[in-house]
């Protein structure tokens, strides 16, 4: 079964900003991974837990952005190269960065 949403222009607007907070604080874990070369969950909550309270993330979003961003990551080695490739076919994630800025 799906269930579709029909929220007010209110709900929209504030699920919009919630979501361009989230993807702006992804990137941030995402960077400070790569700067400290830090790619286990535990230790990048450590390193980014409360620079994401501070930005305006409650607990729970802070936790599951770290978590979610973290995931991806994982699979490549501090010693990884951007633009480098995994498996064939399957772009690094550099590359899938780069590819949605432009």
Known sequence: MQVRLFPTPAQEAALADTLRLCNETANLVSRIAWETKTFRNYDLRAHTYGELKNMGLSAQPAQHVIKKTRS???????????????RAGRPALAELLLRQQS
Do not use: E, F, N, V
Request: glycine share 6%; no cysteine; proline share 20%.
């Open 72 to 86: 991806p990551l994982s699979r490549w080695s501090p010693l990884a190269r951007p633009g480098r490739r995994l």
